[in-house]
């Protein structure tokens, strides 16, 4: 079975840009929740979100924006890049939501840099 | 915000050693996650911990629930070469929709 999958794996943008990262669940997850990983420390915690709806959103500012398709896959979008912004985003898919299951799956994640 | 602390931040050590590391939190959980991260790569969940007191065991990992619910434990016996990585403990902040993580601690084994 095909774990979570991410795209793109990497990725290089200069400050002001635009960015959409994908990701696909496990088959049968229908929650999604997004982190933002800075090197040398734990993932942070962007975005979950669950059937479509928003379930929770951590400290990051509005240029930070996600949605979740009805196949349960998600994008996120970061506008207006700043170097700050250049770090691993993680992808986590479970079966339900976090409150319930607490068990997330991790994708391989995809690398960003902002030049 | 809720933050887990780990220790130690880095592990050296010799091939066949057993390591443990711990993490603790100033608020209560009722769920622990022990996850090992690997270059490149993302998380990759070990051990889940439901229950206070709880011992789980997964091949040559071991983790404990913290019987105040404040703290968990991880064990590797018998280090292999491939057990290289960081290990991340994380928790759910008490809205659940969302996983709070310690800082790891880097593991080195040594052939």
């Known amino acids: 079975d095909a774990g979570v999958t991410q795209s793109p794996t990497h990725l290089i943008k200069t400050r002001g840009q635009q960015v959409t990262l994908r990701c696909s669940p496990i088959?049968?997850?229908?929650?999604v929740s997004w982190y933002q990983q800075v090197l040398g420390q734990g993932p942070q915690f962007i975005f979950q979100?669950?059937?479509?709806?928003?379930?929770g959103r951590g400290n990051f500012p509005d240029r930070f924006s996600a949605r979740q398709f009805p196949n349960y896959s998600s994008e996120l979008n970061v506008n207006a890049l700043l170097l700050g912004d250049s770090a691993l985003y993680l992808c986590?898919?479970?079966?339900?939501?976090?409150?319930?299951?607490?068990?997330?799956?991790f994708g391989p994640g995809t690398r960003l840099t902002v030049l | 915000g809720q933050q887990l602390n780990q220790s130690p931040q880095s592990m050296f050590i010799q091939e066949g050693e057993d390591v443990s590391m711990n993490c603790t939190s100033s608020?209560?959980?009722?769920?622990w996650l022990w996850y090992k991260q690997e270059p490149g790569e993302g998380p990759v969940l070990l051990i889940a911990?439901?229950?206070?007191?709880e011992l789980t065991s997964n091949g040559r990992l071991t983790a404990q629930f913290g019987i105040t619910r404040k703290d968990s434990f991880l064990n590797i016996s018998a280090s292999i070469p491939s057990d290289v990585g960081i290990y991340f403990c994380?928790?759910?902040?008490?809205?659940?929709?969302?996983?709070?993580f310690g800082e790891g601690t880097q593991l080195t084994v040594n052939p």
């Open positions: 088959s049968g997850h229908k929650s």
């Open positions: 911990l439901y229950k206070a007191g």
């Open positions: 979100y669950y059937e479509k709806e928003e379930r």
């Open positions: 994380a928790g759910p902040v008490a809205s659940g929709s969302r996983l709070t």
């Open positions: 608020s209560i959980f009722n769920t």
């Open positions: 986590a898919s479970s079966f339900l939501p976090a409150g319930a299951s607490n068990e997330q799956f």
